[in-house]
Each structure stands twice: as C-alpha cells, then as structure tokens.
C-alpha cells in the first residue's frame, strides 16, 4: 500500500486529502461543496475524481479510503444529569470528546414536557447519567421512568450509577427504547471515566445517524467510516502533543476551529491546581472539546453581533449600524458568502476575533477568590496556562489576511484577565490545508507517519 485517501464529510465542505505513505507527505488537497443531505455519492465522486488527477489508476485503486462526517452540523445530544457541576459537566466532556453537539442539558428530577423538547429539537442521542456508584437512586430511577415513558425513538446511554442498571434496563425495555449501558462516568468523587461512553456515542453515530444522512451510500465505495469528524480532529491534537513510542510530539496545545455555525476549542493539557487552588467540580480530562453554537461567522454571527452589541461592533468596523444590520443578515442568508471588499472583509476579522476570543474563555477554567480559612482560591475549569502551542483551523482564521493577530485573542490580556487560566504567551500554527481530521484518520493506520506529516505541514506563523 503505497497511497491512501482520506475524506470528510461536513456539512459545507465534502473534502480530500491524498497522502503518500512512501514519501511521508500530502500529494493533494481538495474540497467540493456537500451533497450529504441529497446525496453524499456526488461529492465523493468528485473527491476521487480529484484524487485520480495525482494518482495512476493501479495506484488509485490500491489506495485505502478512508473517511470521517460531521454531516448536518455533527451528532446532536442531549446530557441528563444530577447536578450541574458534577454529572452534567462530565456529560458535557463525554459529549463533545466522542464528536457530539449539545442542544440540551437538564440537571435533577426532570418533567416530561422538557422530553418533549428534545423531541421539537430533533435530539438524536440521549446521554443519561447521574450518582456515583452506590449513591444516588431516587432521582436517577425517576429520570429513567420519565424517559421510559416518553414519546423518545431514540438511542439512550445510561452511564450512571451502575447498582440500579438492572432497573434502569428494565424501565426502558417497558418503553421500548433502544438503551445501551456504560461506565458510570463519576465513579467516585474526584474519578472521572468516559472512555467506554464515548465509545459507543461514536458507534451510535456511525452505525444510526450516519445512514440517516445519506452516507450509506457511500459505503462500497469507502473501505470504513472511521469516526465523526471532531473525534478525529482531537485524536490528531493528542497525537501531536503526546506523540508516540518512536517519535515526540510538540507538548501541550490548544486548537481552535471557527466556522459558519460553531466555534469549536480543542484542548490537550493535564488538569493541574493553579497555585495551590482547591479544584472545584468534575475532573477534567486530558483531551477536551467544547463547542459554542453561538460563535460563527455565518449563521450564527447574529448571536455574535448580540454578544458584542450592533453599537461596539458599528465602532469596530467604522461603518453605520444599519450597514453593520444589513451586512449580518447577508451572512445569516447566504452560508457560502466570501467577503470581497476591504469593509467585508474587515467585518469577518471582527467576527472571527470576537469568536476566537470568547470561546477560549469559555473552554478555560477561572480563578474565584473565597474567604475561607481553609481555601483562598477555588478552581472552576481546567488550567491551560502552561500550553504554549496554538493552532487555527476552520476558513474564517485560514482564509485571514491575519490569522496570528487573530489567535492572539486567546491568550490573557494583563492584570485584568489574571483570573483566567489561559496561556500569556505561546507559539502560533495554522493548519492552513484542512489536515488536522486526516490525519486523525491515519493514525489508525500510521500514527508515526500520521505525527511526521503534521509536523511538517502545520505553518508556523
């Protein structure tokens, strides 16, 4: 096998990355609007057809394909839970670690009418955990009873305590529903487990959601979905920073990806206390991925103008509010829309800024300074301070004429950011060919191969 193929199929983009496994290096990068929703065979075709213009047809037929999806905006999740510091964070970690989209969280005993909310929004997955093991039963065994009994046709993943799985499994056999069973995600206090969760979400969704969206028929043609398309960005991330037997990685890091809809944040760093701060909720997990679907540049980037306010960002872009209205409404109707004047294009770094900015804030722990004559400083989040690589990814940083003014947002702005936790200083990446997914993939394949290529192809700015 001297070739391989590696596709993803988003919700805007179907792409390609052709690699020589020989040559330890990309031979071609391609990506063509998305036919997921009519049908994914017309994009791939054109992905392959782009791959045979580098390729010989023996080669080309020899090539392994390969592909990840984060067709119609990702897998979308719902996380029910105890409490909001403890099971529904760990929840929140699983979710987003496995490639997931949150649309809902609910915390305690839950009400029916709020299930039917999952049902309007069109939730495709259902995680439901709660209770360390031999804890809590009362609430849990009444959320499982609201669920059983719901109008829900889809999968649920109970990772609760496991003492009551028996009567849980028993309550959604009653419903019919289709439940499966993993670890408890909170064992105990201060343990946090949310490998085999996050495993069977990414089963799930490649099994289920995946033929949902039309990439069933695709599947002759591919030798395997591997995973959805963030699982793959952040198994490529902990490549990079970890490295492997034979080969070292860069050390700790932060991804940021900005899109139309969503800005995702990608973290590789082990939970460490900040000056000896006593830690407050669920663990963190050393791979972290949150996501905020009010951050885009596109269809959301009317949730950003609410955020900064239409007056802040007037100002910004010296341009009259009403042309500021009338500039974000052509963004929120027309997805695909590439700035081409100087004032467009000014407006997309503002954009882009603000949600590389914000969502880095969100994705960092804080400091909250107590009076106690325990504790003087409480810790909420996770601690990125020591990361000194960042990397950009997604068209809005890729396609900027600044991308490293734009990742300097990230970092903590003088005394009056000392509460975040977020690096001062760091060096600067751009993952300016869409590899970062690729490569996820051919780490299953290569992950030696898989490192040295991105080493050598991430652009240092």
Same mark, same amino acid.
């Given at each position: 096998?001297?070739?391989?193929?590696?596709?993803?199929?988003?919700?805007?983009?179907?792409?390609?990355?052709?690699?020589?496994?020989?040559?330890?290096?990309?031979?071609?990068? $391609?990506?063509?609007?998305?036919?997921?929703?009519?049908?994914?065979?017309?994009?791939?075709?054109?992905?392959?057809?782009?791959?045979?213009?580098?390729l010989t047809e023996d080669k080309?037929?020899?090539?392994?394909?390969?592909?990840?999806?984060?067709?119609?905006?990702?897998?979308?999740?719902?996380?029910?839970?105890?409490?909001?510091?403890?099971?529904?964070?760990?929840?929140?970690?699983?979710?987003?670690?496995?490639?997931?989209?949150?649309?809902?969280?609910?915390?305690?005993?839950?009400?029916?009418?709020?299930?039917?909310?999952?049902?309007?929004?069109?939730?495709?997955?259902?995680?439901?955990?709660?209770?360390?093991?031999?804890?809590?039963?009362?609430?849990?065994?009444?959320?499982?009873?609201?669920?059983?009994?719901?109008?829900?046709?889809?999968?649920?993943?109970?990772?609760?305590?496991?003492?009551i799985i028996t009567s849980v499994?028993?309550?959604?056999?009653?419903?019919?529903?289709?439940?499966?069973?993993? @670890?408890?995600?909170?064992?105990?206090?201060?343990?946090?487990?949310?490998?085999?969760?996050?495993?069977?979400?990414?089963?799930?969704?490649?099994?289920?959601?995946? $033929?949902?969206?039309?990439? $069933?028929?695709?599947?002759?043609?591919?030798?395997?979905?591997?995973?959805?398309?963030?699982?793959?960005?952040?198994?490529?991330?902990?490549?990079?920073?970890?490295?492997?037997?034979?080969?070292?990685?860069?050390?700790?890091?932060?991804?940021?990806?900005?899109?139309?809809?969503?800005?995702?944040?990608?973290?590789?760093?082990?939970?460490?206390?900040?000056?000896?701060?006593?830690?407050?909720?669920?663990?963190?997990?050393?791979?972290?991925?949150?996501?905020?679907?009010?951050?885009?540049?596109?269809?959301?980037?009317?949730?950003?103008?609410?955020?900064?306010?239409?007056?802040?960002?007037?100002?910004?872009?010296?341009?009259?509010?009403?042309?500021?209205? @009338?500039?974000?409404?052509?963004?929120?109707?027309?997805?695909?829309?590439?700035?081409?004047?100087? @004032?467009?294009?000014?407006?997309?770094?503002?954009?882009?800024?603000?949600?590389?900015?914000?969502?880095?804030?969100?994705?960092?722990?804080?400091?909250?300074?107590?009076?106690?004559?325990?504790?003087?400083?409480?810790?909420?989040?996770? $601690?990125?301070?020591?990361?000194?690589?960042?990397?950009?990814?997604?068209?809005?940083?890729?396609?900027?004429?600044?991308?490293?003014?734009?990742?300097?947002?990230?970092?903590?702005s003088g005394e009056k950011e000392?509460?975040?936790?977020?690096?001062?200083?760091?060096?600067?990446?751009?993952?300016?060919?869409?590899?970062?997914?690729?490569?996820?993939?051919?780490?299953?394949?290569?992950?030696?191969?898989?490192?040295?290529?991105?080493?050598?192809?991430?652009?240092?700015?």
């Amino acid at each position: 096998m001297e070739n391989i193929i590696l596709l993803d199929f988003g919700s805007t983009h179907t792409k390609v990355v052709v690699v020589s496994l020989k040559e330890e290096k990309i031979l071609h990068t $391609n990506c063509f609007p998305s036919t997921v929703k009519i049908d994914a065979r017309v994009g791939l075709q054109k992905c392959l057809e782009s791959a045979k213009t580098i390729l010989t047809e023996d080669k080309f037929k020899k090539a392994i394909k390969l592909a990840s999806s984060s067709a119609a905006g990702g897998l979308r999740m719902a996380v029910i839970g105890l409490s909001q510091s403890l099971s529904i964070k760990a929840g929140k970690n699983t979710a987003f670690g496995a490639g997931g989209k949150i649309l809902f969280t609910l915390s305690g005993k839950i009400k029916p009418e709020q299930i039917q909310e999952f049902i309007n929004k069109k939730v495709e997955i259902v995680l439901f955990c709660g209770g360390y093991e031999n804890g809590n039963e009362t609430t849990v065994l009444h959320n499982a009873k609201i669920l059983s009994e719901s109008n829900l046709r889809i999968p649920i993943i109970y990772a609760g305590n496991s003492s009551i799985i028996t009567s849980v499994r028993g309550l959604m056999q009653m419903g019919r529903k289709e439940c499966f069973v993993a @670890d408890n995600l909170i064992p105990n206090v201060g343990l946090l487990n949310t490998t085999m969760a996050e495993n069977i979400v990414r089963e799930v969704f490649l099994q289920r959601i995946v $033929n949902m969206k039309g990439l $069933n028929n695709v599947k002759e043609i591919l030798d395997g979905i591997l995973m959805p398309t963030p699982s793959a960005v952040l198994s490529a991330g902990e490549l990079l920073t970890k490295g492997t037997e034979t080969e070292a990685g860069i050390g700790e890091l932060l991804i940021v990806d900005v899109g139309g809809a969503t800005t995702d944040v990608h973290s590789f760093a082990e939970q460490i206390s900040y000056k000896g701060a006593r830690l407050s909720g669920a663990k963190e997990t050393y791979s972290k991925r949150t996501v905020e679907s009010d951050l885009g540049v596109r269809e959301s980037s009317e949730l950003i103008l609410d955020e900064i306010g239409v007056e802040e960002l007037s100002k910004n872009c010296n341009k009259s509010i009403q042309w500021v209205k @009338d500039a974000i409404k052509y963004r929120v109707t027309f997805n695909d829309y590439i700035p081409d004047n100087k @004032d467009e294009k000014k407006l997309d770094e503002i954009l882009t800024e603000i949600a590389v900015r914000s969502s880095a804030r969100r994705h960092a722990g804080y400091i909250e300074h107590i009076h106690s004559a325990n504790c003087k400083l409480l810790q909420i989040g996770k $601690n990125i301070t020591n990361v000194k690589n960042i990397i950009g990814t997604g068209g809005p940083i890729i396609h900027s004429e600044n991308p490293k003014k734009i990742l300097s947002y990230i970092l903590k702005s003088g005394e009056k950011e000392e509460n975040f936790l977020l690096p001062s200083e760091s060096k600067f990446y751009l993952d300016e060919s869409y590899i970062l997914y690729s490569m996820g993939l051919l780490r299953e394949i290569n992950p030696n191969i898989a490192l040295r290529i991105l080493k050598k192809e991430l652009k240092k700015l």
